[in-house]
């Protein structure tokens, strides 16, 4: 489907494409990998499609749940824009590389606008090494079964992250399900003091090189004791030897207690993210 100045819908010829794009920076690219590496171009399975200009030779963008730009030229970036600025808006955010997602924001702001937040800003780190703490030994996988108890932190830390009740709407069931999905597969983790979960971490996208790391809380009443780090570390460690990939997160540039938490693991930072939420 040909759209303004280029910018149109990819198919399944242009995975190769899709492919380059994403091996480019793959922890960059690490949210929309997983699901290309299970699904490849299949829009149904993918709960997206991707978009690109030049047939994905100078950009590329994945557009389902979130908007997620991989690659783009600043010239390719606004023939991007116009093409999915002629649609109604239907993502939830934008996010990724910030020398992605601003340019293409500003394009698109006059068409998508006003964003409820936009966050320029999100160090995104790695950490490649073993973790320079000691692992909190008492975080572990959380078996499908706790879910009820579980959920109640997942929900916290989500209104507390992103500003909005992920119950809104449909009464919490596709957010409970996402949280169990993550269950099942083994990638969420806590520590419960009695029955009181105190701290959490999932791994929020798997990709064959990458774990991305979100949704990390800690109880309010428990902050400032020291408990995130070696939290932190405990998920590390879990996805080094457990998965065998690169842990990964991007953090608010303002969130200075977690970035000292993050940098006392060991992460560092390689790219920068930013964010528009809706």
């Known amino acids: 489907m040909l759209t303004a100045f280029g910018a149109r819908t990819l198919g399944p010829a242009h995975a190769e494409r899709v492919a380059e794009a994403l091996a480019a920076d793959p922890v960059a690219g690490c949210l929309v990998a997983e699901r290309f590496e299970a699904c490849g171009m299949d829009r149904t399975a993918l709960g997206g499609q991707f978009w690109g200009v030049a047939g994905g030779r100078d950009a590329v963008a994945f557009v ?40 293409l924001w500003q394009f698109l702001e006059s068409k998508w606008g006003p964003a409820r937040d936009v966050r320029p800003d999100q160090p ?110 405990a998920v590390v460690r879990h996805i080094q030897d457990g998965v065998g990939r690169l842990p990964s997160l991007y953090v608010n540039q303002h969130n200075y207690a977690a970035r000292a938490a993050y940098h006392r693991v060991g992460f ?10 809706f």
């Open 124 to 233: 995104l780190l790695v950490c490649q090494g073993r973790p320079l703490v000691a692992p909190d030994e008492q975080v572990h996988q959380v078996p499908a079964h706790r879910l009820d108890e579980y959920l109640p932190a997942a929900i916290a830390m989500f209104t507390e992250e992103v500003g909005v009740d992920p119950c809104r709407g449909d009464r919490g069931v596709g957010y409970r399900h996402r949280v169990q999905e993550l269950m099942l597969r083994g990638q969420a983790f806590a520590r419960f003091d009695g029955d009181r979960l105190v701290f959490k971490a999932e791994i929020g996208a798997l990709s064959s090189q990458v774990a991305m790391i979100q949704g990390v809380w800690v109880d309010p009443r428990y902050r400032g004791r020291g408990i995130a780090a070696p939290g932190m570390a």
């Open 268 to 277: 560092h930072q390689v790219g920068t993210f930013a964010s528009v939420l």
């Open 64 to 103: 389902g749940g979130n908007l997620i730009p991989l690659t783009g030229t600043p010239v390719a970036l606004r023939q991007l824009a116009a093409g999915l600025g002629r649609r109604r808006r239907t993502v939830a955010s934008m996010v990724g590389s910030a020398g992605q997602v601003l340019p």
